[in-house]
């Protein structure tokens, strides 16, 4: 059985750089690795690029029962980034890759904007035989943050974006930019 590892955290707390850095070290071990990203984050091609800078060559998929087709011969680390837009079909993939003996790490957001739990993620956490939890620095405050606070009045629950939609903050940044919003009415 292959081992599974979830990399999560809000935006901006360095989860593309730890899934490139893991898969980096695997093959620098001599490992064969493969690198997925959902076709709906566009912000970077093919690309899979973290916010510091560092990125990697990916294979784009748009339904996840793609990536067992997708692989290439003798893969032992397959990587997935922003698997929170992966859908649920992707537990079962992952699930896949580990009783045929390949090693999984994803990473992706634990919460939406709205604070509220990424079922896919949480499940796979479950499951998981490592889980990286990640913050960020609150972009108010400067204390941890941990919660992705859309800057946009948007209100799909899938806005790609980067700093121009989103900032990290903490959850007390997070209540007073929300109550901002709502204004002071009682509710």
Not at 51 to 57: D, K, N, S, V
Not at 103 to 109: N, R
Not at 124 to 138: G, P, Q, R, W, Y
């Amino acid at each position: 059985m292959g081992k599974l590892v979830v990399i999560w955290g809000s935006m901006f707390s360095g989860k593309t750089e730890e899934l490139l850095r893991r898969l980096n070290r695997a093959m620098r071990a001599g490992k064969k690795v493969q690198l997925f990203k959902p076709k709906v984050d566009n912000r970077a091609g093919t690309c899979v690029r973290s916010h510091a800078g560092r990125e990697a060559e990916a294979v784009v998929f748009e339904k996840p029962g793609e990536i067992i087709n997708l692989l290439e011969p003798g893969v032992d680390v397959v990587g997935i980034d922003e698997v929170q837009f992966a859908g649920t079909e992707i537990v079962r993939v992952v699930k896949d890759l580990l009783f045929y003996g390949i090693d999984v790490i994803c990473s992706g957001l634990d919460m939406s904007y709205r604070a509220e739990p990424f079922p896919v993620t949480m499940h796979l956490a479950a499951f998981s035989h490592e889980c990286v939890k990640l913050s960020a620095v609150c972009a108010e405050c400067g204390d941890d943050a941990w919660v992705t606070h859309r800057k946009s009045e948007e209100d799909a629950l899938v806005v790609i974006g980067g700093a121009d939609k989103y900032a990290a903050l903490c959850m007390e940044c997070r209540f007073k930019a929300q109550k901002g919003r709502e204004g002071n009415s009682c509710r």
